[in-house]
């Protein structure tokens, strides 16, 4: 037998792999299922928040209230998600070079 052989009944094993954290969940911040949450100052302030949700198709909840600070931490992060950093192949042994010598990498830059 293996050591990943569950000994026990399997409708206990089933409820205790259901249960627990789960990090792959499909319900993303911003949209019908999980809006964000804003509050700002201003009716203006409200009006350009709500244009600029509905310009990147984010669902917002936006309250106005003077007494309370202005809070877009949730419309900040995703609007400024990080970008995937790409970084240029570097060339095989038998390219030309790119220092434009016209000869192989291997007996040029490498």
């Known amino acids: 037998m293996s050591k990943?052989?569950?000994k026990g009944r399997i409708e206990?094993?089933?409820n205790h792999v259901m249960s627990g954290y789960n990090v792959n969940r499909d319900v993303k911040a911003g949209t019908e299922?999980?809006?964000i949450s804003i509050t700002v100052a201003s009716e203006e302030r409200k009006?350009?928040?709500?244009?600029?949700a509905k310009a990147n198709s984010i669902i917002a909840?936006?309250?106005v209230?003077?007494?309370q600070e202005e809070n877009t931490l949730e419309l900040d992060t995703l609007l400024n998600r990080p970008k995937t950093t790409v970084f240029e192949k570097t060339p095989n042994r038998n390219d030309p070079c790119s220092c434009g010598s016209g000869k192989k990498y291997k007996k040029c830059c490498a």
């Open 12 to 14: 206990t094993r089933q």
């Open 47 to 52: 009006a350009e928040i709500e244009a600029l």
């Open 4 to 6: 990943m052989f569950f």
């Open 61 to 63: 909840d936006i309250v």
């Open 65 to 67: 209230d003077s007494d």
């Open 33 to 35: 299922e999980a809006p």
